[in-house]
């Protein structure tokens, strides 16, 4: 089932680094002349990306070595619920946080509203069969939802804890911190780097107020359209229904005037995180990991899960506490959107098998939260066969009792094999937009 991979450094984390590898032919004295410059360029910046790491690691060192802070590591691929799991802890350890948050959270669940419906039309435009009078409704206003996608996702863009990967992308992500940018932001501040509100600016609100006169217009074409059962099942075959349909099933709620959101609401919507963020918590008395953690500073490192961002992880190595790895196993019928012919739950065991194998992780206690089982069970409920994605799974009984002993058994394995130092593992079957997963996982003793 494992199959050896080496992740490497995009060349998108380093603007200069293309012009360092290529040589041109007839290269001319100007050519050569920008060329080494560049190198030079590059390597003043490797250079100083290792001295930064080493400072890292010495700071992490010496915080971890009087047993007053802890670091913990979230890890996992993209859209795994790291970053659900982490808006759980700041509800539970950092409310001031999250509530002050809460108000900035609307853009970005009508974000995911405009996002949706726009999903929905391209998927169902060439599907003659379903093409009701609600979706040619529904069609002729679709250029002014991505206009209004568009430039919501500009002014959170402007915001500044929001980036998009192209300039006319409407796809958005949350707080980047590059390596480099990181890091020297971690050496000039001393304070946690959990977040805080994003205000909205006037034209934002504005947008927002136009957004939800449009959609009111027309929400009964949009629930008739939702609500309908060839589409639903169109979707969910199509692999559409899984957050998407938190926010369309409460489209009447959230656009009501003065609507703010819902604790569910937060967890539930959804933004790519890219880079690394690092967020404090003081878990008050207990004992966790077989520590005493009496008013113990725990310090969690969310860190970016796609396959490009992952060799930011290791300087968190080191001295890492615990590591909770999230594996998503509603992901047995889906592919990376970095590599579509890479199973999403193939992605993750190989991924957990690196980490149970590195050598810096030895003594780091693991927790496994096989996530989103919520999702898992409705694909099973709707007749996806495991089977037809996952070959070694073979005739066993198409349920979720017996998938999560298969899947949890191949885990259980690599990891024992990989198990030099008795350090322990702890599994949990979650779905983490439920707070009781995780208030479990915390109330329990390790």
């Not at 863009?157 to 192209?166: K, L, Y």
Request: charged share 25%.
């Amino acid at each position: 089932m494992a199959r050896t991979e080496v992740a490497t450094l995009p060349t998108t984390s380093v603007p200069f680094l293309d012009a360092t590898l290529y040589i041109p032919p007839n290269e001319t004295p100007e050519q050569r002349s920008a060329r080494l410059k560049a190198e030079e360029q590059a390597k003043h910046a490797s250079d100083e990306i290792d001295a930064l790491l080493n400072l890292e690691r010495a700071r992490i060192k010496a915080e971890t070595s009087t047993g007053r802070k802890h670091t913990l590591l979230l890890l996992g691929q993209s859209e795994s619920g790291k970053t659900t799991l982490l808006k759980q802890f700041q509800m539970m350890h950092a409310p001031k946080t999250f509530n002050d948050q809460r108000a900035s959270w609307k853009a970005v669940i009508y974000l995911n509203v405009l996002n949706t419906l726009r999903t929905l039309l391209i998927s169902l435009r060439d599907e003659p069969t379903l093409r009701s009078p609600e979706f040619e409704s529904l069609l002729e206003i679709s250029s002014q939802l991505a206009t209004f996608e568009d430039t919501v996702a500009a002014k959170l863009v402007e915001s500044g804890q929001f980036e998009r990967p192209q300039p006319n992308s409407t796809k958005v992500y949350m707080r980047k911190r590059p390596s480099l940018d990181f890091l020297k932001f971690r050496r000039s501040s001393s304070s946690s780097t959990e977040g805080s509100a994003w205000p909205a600016s006037p034209e934002l609100e504005s947008c927002l107020e136009t957004a939800n006169q449009v959609l009111t217009a027309h929400l009964a074409e949009i629930k008739r359209l939702w609500e309908d059962p060839m589409v639903r099942s169109y979707l969910t075959g199509q692999h559409q229904e899984d957050w998407r349909s938190f926010f369309l099933n409460d489209i009447d709620r959230i656009l009501v005037p003065g609507y703010m959101p819902t604790d569910s609401d937060i967890l539930r919507c959804r933004i790519a995180t890219i880079g690394i963020t690092e967020h404090k918590f003081n878990l008050g008395s207990r004992s966790l990991f077989r520590k005493n953690v009496d008013n113990v500073e725990w310090t969690m490192y969310d860190v970016a899960g796609s396959r490009g961002q992952r060799h930011a992880w290791a300087p968190y190595f080191e001295d890492a506490t615990a590591i909770i790895f999230m594996a998503p196993l509603s992901g047995f019928d889906q592919y990376l959107n970095e590599d579509m012919t890479v199973n999403r739950v193939q992605d993750s065991y190989e991924l957990f098998t690196k980490i149970c194998r590195n050598r810096l992780l030895q003594k780091t206690e693991i927790v496994l939260f096989f996530n989103k089982m919520d999702i898992l069970q409705e694909k099973l409920n709707f007749g996806k066969q495991i089977s037809d994605y996952v070959p070694s799974y073979g005739s066993r009984p198409n349920d979720l009792e017996n998938a999560k002993k298969y899947f949890c058994s191949h885990f259980e394995q690599t990891f024992h094999a990989h198990n030099k130092t008795g350090r322990s593992l702890y599994v949990h079957f979650t779905s983490v937009v439920v707070s009781l997963s995780l208030r479990m996982f915390l109330v329990n003793s390790y």
